[in-house]
Antibody
């Protein structure tokens, strides 16, 4: 069955960097756009970024633009999120999620499979 | 920016009751709306997409309706496992989520 598994969370000081990874399995990874969505403790969901199936197109929420970078390696079924200049307000569980469209030319911006989440805590 | 407003914030019901959750968009989003269920400590699960289409494996007691600015998620008869937080999400422009509705046991 389809699986998405995140790794790389942890505690980091403000201003430092952290890299999250997400591995997809049991689906044709290279056919799907992939997203990162986060949830601060006790709060709602916030979409963070998306990368197209071939990695050519990336979009970011204003709150992370210029600080976060998404990338993917389809040979390893992996998508990564490089987070720089971290702030306390970036503290959240970060979910990797598959886009619901299997078309290589369209992004549905619905999220049909989610990982279990990786907790990132930004604190001194 | 399109703002999604969910109501009520909390819904207190008993197993077997019907639940009606509302999501209102600040401008028309056609039928570009999804609903997710999230239980404590778990990732969200896609229930409904394009306002009224059930995702794979979702029971028939979950149904969605609406278009334009007003949308509804209906759970016809609550099962114990349905008590959770429900989020609506639009894909018409930038994909933000609503603030959520908690369905709790009365």
């Amino acid at each position: 069955q389809v699986q998405v598994v995140e790794s790389g969370g942890g505690v980091v000081q403000p201003g430092r960097s952290l890299r999250l990874s997400c591995v997809g399995s049991e689906f044709t990874f290279s056919s799907y756009a992939m997203h990162w969505i986060r949830q601060a403790p006790g709060k709602g969901l916030e979409w963070v970024t998306v990368i197209s199936s071939n990695g050519d197109t990336k979009y970011y929420a204003d709150s992370v633009k210029g600080r976060f970078a998404i990338s993917r390696d389809n040979s390893r079924n992996t998508v990564s999120l490089e987070m720089n200049s971290l702030r306390p307000e970036d503290t959240a569980v970060y979910y990797c999620a598959r886009d619901a469209s299997s078309s290589r030319h369209a992004v549905a911006y619905y999220f049909d499979y989610w990982g279990q989440g990786a907790l990132v805590t930004v604190s001194s | 920016e399109i703002v999604l407003t969910q109501s009520p914030a909390t819904l207190s019901l008993s197993p077997g009751d019907a639940a009606t959750l509302s999501c209102r968009a600040s401008q028309s989003i056609s039928n570009y709306l999804a609903w997710y269920q999230q239980k404590p400590g778990q990732a969200p699960r896609l229930l409904i997409f394009d306002a009224s289409n059930r995702a794979a494996g979702i029971p028939a007691r979950f149904s969605g309706s609406g278009s334009g600015t007003d949308f509804t998620l209906t759970i016809s008869s609550l099962e114990p496992e349905d008590f959770a937080v429900y989020y609506c999400q639009q894909r018409s422009s930038w994909p933000p989520f609503g603030q959520g509705t908690k369905v709790e046991i009365k």
